[in-house]
């Protein structure tokens, strides 16, 4: 999973519900990035209990799907790749990756999760302030558009088919947790909550009167907020883009976010903020709405539904709302 990417900075302006609940606001890490989870309720019985083994599923869950620990079952199947080696894999990472094949078939693989090789490269150039082997990514490239991935006939165990194939959930992974663990907390009894898993954020109402929780945005580069303060209940929002993670090489600055059909990392200045009803949708494509020419996007929305989205373009050091689809009711950004 990408570590230490915020994205863009969302801020809760949380209303009383009445005057019974109250809200208990819980922190930790998880996934390079602060986790936290927040519940309203009348009677708190129980929810010391119910946060510690929800931040104990977090855990569980990124020691199964983090490309960062070395004994992960996601880091254990990269090493397998190209042997012909099966891993067995529980639940969890089986739903991921279904619905990461099921977003780069949507996204005419504008999003990859087997992209990991060219990520790892990239991570090696932030870090010595030296360009990648381009030719290195571009061969990478070419073997990782192809079938990368095969079940086992019961689904339980994967292999990766090719050495050049390398699992990278970064684009989806923090979502998917994010929603998993809202829907642990709602499962042991605490029905309105928000979890926060490094801006990655899913959420319930307030309480039983449905109050919406009231979200305001940050544009990027002038970390202003958008006047509009939006009104969010039952929903996930999520944000992808370089405003807090690049790499000055040269002439040009670098996104962490790599285009998986060139393997190159991104140069414009753009992030991209989503909302849909799942954690793991809205993560994925403002991931992709980062990568995709505009054209693209107005093609891939047509494919789904019930979902908002905006990105930023930076101009000349301002940003710009390049695209706007149902977030807010204006086409410019007016910061205050």
């Known amino acids: 999973m990408v570590k230490n990417i915020l994205g863009l900075l969302f801020l809760f302006f949380i209303t009383d519900v009445n005057a019974q609940f109250k809200k ?6 998880r996934m390079g990035s ?14 010391s209990k119910a946060v510690k083994q929800a931040f104990q599923l977090a855990s569980e869950l990124e020691s199964q799907l983090s490309d960062y620990q070395p004994q992960s079952a996601l880091s254990q199947v990269n090493r397998l790749a190209g ?12 739903a991921i990756l279904k619905e990461s094949l099921l977003a780069q078939k949507l996204t005419a693989s504008a999003l990859n999760v087997f992209v990991g090789r060219p990520v790892g490269l990239w991570r090696e150039a932030r870090k010595v302030q030296q360009m990648p082997d381009v030719a ?14 095969e079940f086992s006939t019961d689904s339980t ?4 088919i090719n050495s050049a194939c390398q699992l990278d959930l970064g684009s ?17 009894g605490f029905p309105y909550v928000l979890v926060d898993a490094g801006g990655k954020i899913v959420m319930t109402s307030q309480g039983p009167n449905d109050l919406p929780w009231q979200v305001g945005i940050e544009t990027p580069v002038s970390k202003a907020l958008l006047t509009e303060v939006l009104a969010l209940k039952n929903v996930s929002i ?4 370089k405003t807090y993670q690049s790499v000055r090489l040269g002439d040009v600055s670098y996104s962490h976010v790599i285009d998986p059909r060139t393997g190159m990392a991104l140069t414009h200045s753009r992030s ?3 909302i849909a009803e799942d954690g793991t949708l809205a993560d994925w494509l403002a991931t992709a709405a980062t990568v995709m020419n505009v054209q693209e996007i107005e093609e891939l929305l047509v494919k789904l539904t019930n979902v908002r989205l905006m990105v930023f373009e930076n101009e000349s050091g301002e940003p710009k709302i390049l695209f706007n689809h149902k977030l807010i009711p204006h086409e410019t950004p007016r910061p205050h």
């Open 238 to 241: 999520a944000t992808s883009g």
């Open 172 to 188: 989806l992974g923090k979502g998917f947790v994010a929603q998993r663990v809202m829907e642990k907390i709602k499962q042991d």
């Open 272 to 274: 991209a903020t989503a």
């Open 24 to 29: 208990y606001t819980y922190e930790t890490q």
């Open 83 to 94: 042997t012909g080696a099966f891993y067995p894999i529980h639940e969890p990472f089986q």
């Open 136 to 149: 290195a990514l571009r061969q990478i490239v070419q073997k990782i558009q192809g079938s990368c991935l």
């Open 157 to 160: 165990r994967i292999r990766l």
């Open 34 to 47: 602060p986790f936290r989870i927040t519940i309203s309720c009348a009677d708190s019985t129980g929810i």
